[in-house]
């Protein structure tokens, strides 16, 4: 699949006061989104849009409130100011089960699971959303039931497989290292066969090997899969490799957004993570 988004100019973040243009081809639009705990200005009117199928990266350091944006767009955080678009709904005060069911999924960057659950149980989870209402007729045997459980069976198949887990498929989570449950996370997430998945820093605490696969998964899940990935990574080398488009943030506010090469060579995201320079 060609990508078919070419990002412009890099901008950075307009003044309070000004109107920016909904881009009527995105699939995620965020407009003037802000967040203060406390005295900490967490999010601070913070602009940006993606397109379908494509791979966009947030970077920043520590504290910039890359986490926070996350957790607005999975609906686990409350903005005080802002709005979300996704596919053209304002999905703003959505609960966070009403966000999955309109195509958004996460994973995190601590990893959560079913600890308890084997990595079969885990993944089927994720397919659950896809019932539409149909889960008394799996308790009690009812007419599609037997269909809808060889659907689910053949996408968990399908996803243990890709993810290289078919052979621990029984193995209860909790015995598993942390590289093999990020892998189990991210296929729950597509167990929910989402239009966007937000990555939160998945090569965290993986090895080289595992982050070449890592980028590879990412390619297929947006490239052939068609899934929209919003990625936060400390991983620069992956997500200048990976990404169509970036977003720079730094203090809560958007100090770049353009593509990989435009950013990594914009003199704010230099001096963010370089210092400035004598």
Not at 42 to 49: G, H, I, K, P, T
């Amino acid at each position: 699949m060609q990508n078919p988004h070419k990002h412009g100019n890099v901008r950075t973040q307009p003044s309070p006061r000004m109107a920016t243009t909904p881009d009527a081809d995105a699939l995620l639009r965020v407009q003037g989104l802000s967040v203060q705990f406390g005295g900490t200005r967490a999010l601070d009117d913070v602009s940006f849009s993606m397109k379908p199928h494509t791979v966009c990266g947030v970077i920043g350091p520590n504290g910039a409130g890359k986490t926070t944006l996350f957790n607005c767009l999975s609906r686990l955080c409350r903005p005080d100011a802002g709005t979300i678009h996704f596919n053209d709904v304002d999905i703003t005060a959505f609960t966070p089960d009403s966000i999955a069911a309109v195509g958004i999924a996460r994973t995190f960057q601590n990893v959560a699971l079913f600890d308890r659950q084997t990595v079969r149980a885990n993944i089927e989870t994720g397919c659950y959303r896809h019932l539409h209402g149909r889960t008394l007729s799996h308790l009690f045997g009812l007419r599609g039931a037997s269909d809808a459980t060889r659907r689910i069976d053949e996408q968990v198949d399908a996803l243990l497989e890709m993810t290289r887990l078919s052979d621990i498929a029984g193995i209860v989570v909790a015995e598993l290292p942390f590289g093999t449950r990020k892998r189990v996370e991210l296929a729950r997430a597509l167990a929910m066969e989402p239009r966007l998945l937000l990555l939160d820093e998945p090569a965290a605490g993986l090895n080289f090997e595992e982050v070449g696969e890592l980028e590879a998964w990412i390619r297929h899940i947006c490239h052939h899969l068609g899934v929209a990935i919003l990625l936060i990574e400390h991983h620069m080398n992956l997500v200048m490799r990976v990404s169509d488009q970036v977003i720079g943030l730094e203090f809560g506010r958007v100090m770049a957004d353009g593509t990989p090469y435009e950013v990594a060579n914009h003199p704010e995201v230099i001096r963010a993570y370089l210092g400035d320079q004598p």
